[in-house]
């Protein structure tokens, strides 16, 4: 199913550069980055998930990850929004292309234009750094998911949003960007709940802006967990009921 909605407004996020809309096209975007965090997310889930969930992806993009996330779910139904109406186009090309029914939503991830209590995943994939009223939206994903639903956050952290090439080559709101800690308390506040073995802070060489990890290949540098500004964040969290 392909359906549109116009967003009522459109104001709380920072949209990409034509450099990090094209990224989000290439091999090195599905393979190293996206297909990663899904295969890691899924090894964060504890608990069991209905056989068939209803998934959200907020934040879909061009749709590259409705394959992924088909054959790593299964799910009965995926549900895409995104803010960048051009974008969608893409997405809608990638929805016919699998066998899972795909609804294509043109909204604001802090007003989603769905009901209560309507699914069983909420898919939010380097999303976050864009939004404005990160708060708000945390809320949405929240409302939306049943009770004990699961997020799969995966995130940068500001010490790699704000390192100078990323700077260069993208767009973001600088002022809300938080550390991994930061993020795992915003998680908590927001109503989630998870513990050790549902978070995870890869440390891959894409994420090490300042070098992509040259100097560990060269055996020049060895950064250790504790001991390093940590990059990226993973999160597979659970809707507390109250």
Known sequence: MDTTSTPAHIGS????????????????????????????????????????????DVGCGQGISFRLLEQAFAPQRIVGVDCHAPSLEASRRAARAIGTPVDILHADCAALPLPDACADIVFCHQT??????????LAEFRRVLKPGGVLLFAESTDAYIKSWVIRLLFRHPMHVQKSA????????????????????????????????????????????????????????ATKLVA
């Open 181 to 236: 800690d930061g993020y795992l308390q915003m998680l908590r506040a927001g109503g989630f709940d998870f513990d050790q073995r549902n978070v995870s802070l890869p440390y891959l060489w894409w994420s090490r802006a300042a070098d992509f990890g040259l100097f560990e290949r060269l055996g020049l540098h060895h950064p250790k967990p504790g001991k390093r500004r940590e990059t990226l964040v993973n999160v597979a």
């Open 13 to 56: 996020f920072v949209p990409e550069t034509a450099f990090g809309i094209w990224f989000l096209r290439t091999y090195t975007w599905e393979h190293h980055v996206l297909r990663v965090a899904i295969n890691d997310l899924k090894r964060l889930i504890t608990k069991p998930l209905p056989a068939a969930p209803v998934l959200v």
């Open 128 to 137: 976050f750094h864009h939004l404005v009223e990160q708060e708000r939206a």
